[in-house]
């Protein structure tokens, strides 16, 4: 099953920072002031990503 926006079902685009809540970007507008508090989506696949890395770097060691 698919991620979707908590509040619309829609496409997520950002989530609250340590969590699980996931916000497209019309909802995350409407209900924060200040988009900082929010962690874009892609920015958080791309740290996973990095781990995922360097964990690959440590096994093949």
């Known amino acids: 099953m698919g991620r979707k926006c908590i509040m619309c079902d829609g496409e997520p685009e950002f989530l609250i920072k340590g969590t699980n809540d996931l916000y497209c970007k019309g ?4 209900s924060f002031a200040d988009l900082s508090y929010l962690e ?10 990095d781990v995922d ?7 093949s060691e």
Do not use: V, W
């Open 27 to 30: 909802c995350a507008e409407e």
């Open 40 to 49: 874009k989506i892609s920015e958080q696949k791309s740290s996973i990503e």
């Open 53 to 59: 890395e360097l964990i690959e770097q440590k096994l």
